[in-house]
């Protein structure tokens, strides 16, 4: 089994590396209010940053999509 299909290490990710720093507030939230207050000031290493701690929770939606997708199918 692939990595990026296992749901327990990908859960672990999101809850890791996608919401640390755990205070004042998860990093991820943070970046996410600032993008969508207009994203003023942001810096193309910021972008990163959304993207890096954002990751694991696309491989958590796209785990949750082919699983739906999976049981409808059958």
Do not use: Q, Y
């Not at 990026?4 to 209010?33: D, Q, R, S, Y």
């Not at 000031?41 to 997708?69: A, E, T």
């Amino acid at each position: 089994m692939s990595i990026i299909n296992n749901w327990k290490i990908v859960i672990l990710l999101c809850l890791t590396l996608g919401m640390a720093p755990f205070f004042p507030e998860p990093h991820l939230w943070g970046k996410l209010k600032w993008v969508f207050g207009g994203g003023v000031g942001m810096k193309p290493m910021d972008w990163f940053d959304l993207v890096l701690h954002g990751f694991p929770f696309m491989l958590l939606s796209r785990l949750i999509i082919l699983k739906l997708k999976h049981l409808l199918n059958t």
